[in-house]
């Protein structure tokens, strides 16, 4: 049986210039492409992915890290196509006999109104694929000869369309004669909601170019760590996940070599924690000349920052910086999500970890 197209879903980044969405100070192709990756609904838990291949401006160096930043190391990232591709590259996909499931990463690129600056990611998409019944590709008019971002919508629309929520895998309809999908089956679809504080507005092209580039919105998790130790840690830091001890029972984060609590080095176990809705037990605002050396550009650029500390377990507290929202705009109490983004430039590359972004309200609260 061929593969079809089984699940899909859809970010923006939380920046807007000219209004047009862009990337946010501490966003880029890799933490857009984790974030977009990482919702897509499996309609099986521990479905085997076991390749990624991105279509647009996806980093090479970070192909390594994908998997890492997914929690599923030894993932394949095939090297990055280009844009114009991507209609006869998602077939070749699906018809691929030798691969099982996998990741098909698409990476639009928009230049925002009257902006000097090259052209950036105006959201990611990613596409599951497995062996049965979803929708599968036809390719007469898929996006080719040219990145057409209209066409590329188009595709996204029409996939959405056969989403499981509005079209159960029981009652397929059959695709409008002439359209691009055949659908046999229904398939999961995510978007991200809108940010909770709103987008982050650049001021200028000017601003958003030197931005992201050379950009002095350095943020960080936590304290500077050697290249080394950063290496092996990324994982567990990244996907929040905790050393269990099954010695004594004690967890906790980041992972050390041995159990803080009784000694024992050869009974720890990763336990991913939840990144979603960690409540705040404490805030802190750090203003210019008090903050750490790593974060010097970011205080001389952007003024005062906020660090939280959230509990991610009932024994682990996990102290973030805040993004997306305004120093002093979280108090102790709400809640917070944890999200991969960017941290700072160092020896050459950038430095990625988690930081909290406001949790959306939940239904039925009130602010
Ligand atoms: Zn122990």
């Known amino acids: 049986m061929s593969r079809s197209i089984v699940a899909g879903s859809r970010v923006e980044p939380s920046g807007e210039l000219g209004g047009v969405p862009v990337p946010g100070p501490d966003e880029d192709a890799f933490t857009l492409s984790v974030a977009a ?8 838990a521990g479905f085997p992915v076991r390749q990624v291949q991105p279509f647009g401006p996806f980093p090479p160096a970070l192909a390594g890290d994908l998997g890492e930043a997914l929690g599923r190391p030894g993932i394949d990232v095939r090297p990055a196509r280009p844009l114009p591709e991507l209609g006869a590259g998602l077939i070749s996909l699906l018809d ?3 691969e099982e499931g996998g990741v098909a990463l698409v990476l639009p690129t928009s230049v925002p109104q009257g902006a000097p600056v090259p052209p950036r990611i105006s959201e990611a998409i990613a596409l599951g694929f497995a062996r049965g019944p979803g929708v599968r590709l036809r390719g007469s008019s898929l996006p080719a000869g040219g990145a057409d971002g209209a066409r590329i919508d188009d595709l996204v629309q029409e996939l959405r369309g056969h989403s ?3 079209r159960a895998a029981s009652d397929p309809r059959p695709a409008p004669a002439g359209r691009d999908v055949e659908v046999d089956g229904g398939m999961a679809w995510s978007e991200t909601r809108t940010p909770v504080g709103g987008r982050f507005q650049w001021e200028s092209p000017a601003a958003y170019s030197q931005g992201s580039s050379a950009d002095p919105w350095l943020v960080s998790e936590g304290a500077y760590l050697p290249w080394p130790t950063y290496l092996a840690h990324r994982s567990g830091r990244w996907r929040l996940a905790a050393a269990e001890c099954g010695a004594c ?3 906790f984060f980041p992972w050390r070599g041995s159990c803080p609590n009784c000694g024992r080095s050869d009974r720890l176990e990763r336990r991913e924690l939840s990144r979603s809705g960690l409540e705040v037990e404490a805030t802190t605002v750090v203003h210019p000349g008090a903050q750490p050396s790593e974060f010097d ?17 009932p024994h682990i507290r996990v102290t973030l910086q805040l993004t997306g929202a305004s120093p002093g705009s979280v108090r102790i109490g709400d809640r917070v999500d944890a999200v991969l983004r960017r941290l700072f430039p160092l020896e050459g590359a950038w430095r990625y970890g988690l930081k909290a972004i406001p949790a959306a309200p939940m239904a039925g609260t009130t602010a």
């Open 297 to 313: 550009l970011q205080a001389g650029s952007s003024g005062s920052y906020e660090v939280v500390v959230a509990r991610a377990d």
């Open 37 to 44: 990756i990482d919702r897509l609904p499996w309609p099986v």
């Open 249 to 251: 029972g004690a967890r």
């Open 96 to 98: 691929d006999p030798t």
């Open 164 to 166: 499981s929520a509005r």
